[in-house]
């Protein structure tokens, strides 16, 4: 939490917004403006996806990872830099390993990916230990997150039936990613423009090839992942297009980051919550329509930053607070959901109580 809080301020700042005096994080803001991606990406996601894993295998050992991982983030909050760049590249090889021991356990073409995701974790993070800011270090982030989200979704999905060959032009264009983030270290321009071009395949790719284009139209919670899911995969054809507008000179920097990190990976962190964090934390939620409401600010707040914030700083900043205000919302909404389902249970059982007695 942290780490989200930090990274946010971070990006608040990057945006222009003014910090009230009294914020609680304004000595940080600095720090956490500088290393705004690493603390996104590698102390807040890199640690509960993390967290996910070390339960799902069911070993100590693999809480090392996200112990590393959230240690670094406190240490980029104090400028500890040196310090932190050691413990997120520590972080990246024990979830690699964890991902070995997944591999081993499972041989399956989703638990590969998985493996490379862990992987473009743990390259993203030599880069960053080597030359710390290095903004060759987040297209390595970045696919770390997209081809975890990938292989999440070829399990979901592995039972549907599928043409000949989709499996074969997911590996290649998540190869292609590949490609694309060694490049950009040698040249900007080349490695930019394969990556950006991979982005937007698998937006097509998942737009063709997910369970989601049918599940939208059921009801409750399955409609309810679909929407954040088909959302996002929109979000991922609009970055790659940015991102390789980037590359070639074209103001959409803003665009590409955020499209990517916000309107695709945050839309599956959403789609995705009320059934991980359950299981992860062992709760319990209660779902309703009123998880929509975080859903549809996001994606309105997206727009105003990147479409009306485009030639204004104003209309940008304000979309930032406006994205702050989506996350702060469905944290609100899951915590509220956890709440209502115990007060309703706690109902029924009191009222099984009453008729048995």
Not at 41 to 51: A, E, L, N, P, Y
Not at 78 to 87: F, H, M, Q, S, Y
Not at 340 to 357: E, F, G, K, L, S
Request: net charge positive; glycine share 12%.
């Amino acid at each position: 939490m942290l780490a989200l809080v930090g990274g946010v301020t971070g990006g608040l700042v990057r945006a222009g917004v003014t910090l009230p005096p009294l914020f609680p994080l304004a000595g940080w803001a600095g720090h956490a403006a500088v290393t705004h991606g690493a603390l996104m990406i590698c102390g807040f996601m890199g640690t509960v996806i993390g967290m996910e894993r070390a339960v799902a295998v069911k070993l100590r050992a693999a809480w090392l990872a996200p112990v590393s991982s959230g240690l670094g983030a406190i240490c980029l909050l104090g400028n500890a830099t040196a310090a932190a760049t050691w413990l997120l590249a520590g972080a990246a090889v024990f979830f690699t390993a964890v991902n070995v021991v997944v591999v081993q356990r499972q041989r399956a073409a989703h638990t590969l990916l998985l493996l490379c995701g862990a992987l473009a974790w743990l390259m993203g993070s030599v880069l960053f230990l080597r030359r710390p800011g290095d903004p060759a270090s987040l297209p390595w982030w970045f696919a770390f997150l997209v081809m975890t989200i990938a292989a999440e979704r070829l399990e979901m999905t592995r039972l549907m039936r599928r043409r000949p060959g989709s499996h074969w032009a997911l590996g290649l264009l998540l190869g292609l990613m590949g490609i694309g983030a060694t490049l950009t270290s040698l040249s900007v321009r080349v490695g930019g423009v394969l990556y950006g071009l991979s982005l937007l395949l698998l937006a097509l790719w998942l737009g063709a090839f997910d369970i989601a284009r049918r599940t939208v139209s059921a009801h409750g919670l399955a409609r309810y992942m679909a929407v954040c899911l088909l959302g996002g995969y929109g979000w991922l054809a609009v970055a790659g297009w940015a991102w390789m507008g980037t590359t070639l000179g074209l103001p959409l920097r803003d665009t590409a980051l955020h499209a990517l990190g916000l309107g695709f990976i945050v839309s599956m962190m959403l789609g995705h919550a009320p059934v991980i964090l359950p299981a992860v934390a062992r709760i319990k939620v209660e779902f309703g329509l009123f998880f929509y409401v975080p859903l549809a600010a996001l994606h309105l707040s997206l727009l105003v930053r990147l479409v009306w914030g485009f030639h204004d700083p104003r209309w940008r900043a304000l979309g930032a607070a406006l994205n702050t205000g989506a996350i702060a919302l469905f944290a609100v909404t899951m915590v509220a959901a956890a709440v209502w389902w115990r007060v309703r249970h706690a109902r029924a059982d009191a009222q099984t109580c009453r008729q048995i007695r």
